[in-house]
């Protein structure tokens, strides 16, 4: 049985066999014929702005190799009515290269296996409640999960008590930028309900780190304030130190840009594992055997080759920015087309992922092809796999996020027995692609 089969129930297409069958995201597949259609450069005029779409490992090249040409706080300026003024993903020169080197430490590899444990127990959590039989929402559960394990690993306990307070505020001001990010300056002008709800959830939240910075100023630190302590004591090499709206425009947009892309590569990630043919029996085996039934340890991480496998080719597959984004800052040339400055530039991961002489079969699930000692293995390139995108912006959150996919997919394997149920599993959003109506599996009996 190979292929999806469509079948009408009421005005939804349901998707009742899921065997090797890779989800497609419409948006996406337009983009990837016109890669195939019109090179890897298409100009286009959006209302008054130029927009070029760059598609293709060509493109990725051109754009990953002269950061110094593009600005990122235009391209992204969506963002700021969630992550702020002075978050990263909209600094640009000097003051960028500033506060990444005040954040990065929390996110390094040494630091991020501190963490591993937490990711392990929220996992566990999240499934300690599933019974045989029930039918579960992983994308909904895993969501919850991914957002307390990020809010306890970077901000220790006192913030993580507090996640369904963060999480209910944060849906709310995150429905800013899914769908139509660009209508933020008209929902601001008129004040729509949306962008008062929003704006009434970021000072809620506001509050609540304000209150946190307050408490680490005044001397009172936990032994796992670790973000939080590093954002308000580090000084860069002028001596000069965060001011407090900058320390929460950057706690903010940890907390916000971790969780909504880790937790819907979670759902891609559970969803290819139950529709490849032997994957998540694999996969088990390989956890089982590292691990026995007991958290992975940071360690034993790095042994769980094919499972490692399982999360890069979600990545491929399923990649969350479906889109990145640049501005022009000058006049350029890219594969022989002029693109005028001020231009806004857009890549994507998604396109290049799914490109055939990029990848060999690739919308193939195949985790083996992460493995250097298969012979199917393939030697990727920033320019072929940009899950992270790369340059002076690649995702702070990469270790972090593939650590935490890892742990949890491992304890899932562990403690559960999923299968899919008949459901409609549509993608939405080019900056989290993520299964709109949620991911249903019914739990079955026994483990693995
Ligand atoms: C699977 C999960 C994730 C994906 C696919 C992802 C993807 C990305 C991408 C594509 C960028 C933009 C890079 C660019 O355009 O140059 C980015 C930036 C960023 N990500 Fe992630 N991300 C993920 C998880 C995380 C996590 C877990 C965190 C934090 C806990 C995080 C924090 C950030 C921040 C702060 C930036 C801005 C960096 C900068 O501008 O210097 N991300 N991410």
Redesign the pocket.
Known sequence: MSGGVLQRSGTRHTVWRFRNRTVRYRPGDALLALRARRGPVTRLRVGSRDVAFLLGPEANRFVFANSHLFR?REAFQSLVPVDGPT???V?DGAE?RRR?RL?APA?HHRQVARYVTTMAASADEAVADWRPGQVVDVYATFRRAVLRS?LES?FGRRLAADTAFFGDHLEVLLRLLDPLPQLNGPRERLATPLWRRATAAREVVDERIRNEIARVRGGIVDSDDHVLAALVNGVDEEGTALSDAEIRDQAV??IA??YE??SA?MAWAVYAMLSTSGVWDRARAEVLAECGEEPPTAAALKRLTFLGGVVHET?RLY???VL??RTAAVDLTVAGQPVRAGTTILFS?YVTHRMPGVWAEPLRFRPERWDPASPVHERPTTATYL???A????????V??TT??TVMLARLLTRTSLRLVPQWIQPTSFAAMRPRWGLRAVVCPGRG
């Not at 340059?391 to 990469?398: M, N, Y």
Request: proline share 12%; hydrophobic share 50%; aromatic share 8%.
């Open positions: 990122w978050a990263l993903i600094s960028h990444r954040v996110m990020t970077l947009s940890l840009a971790g892309t880790t590569a990545l990649p969350p920015a990145s984004a991961p899950p992270f995108a340059g002076p912006h690649r995702c702070v959150g990469s972090f996020a935490e996919l």
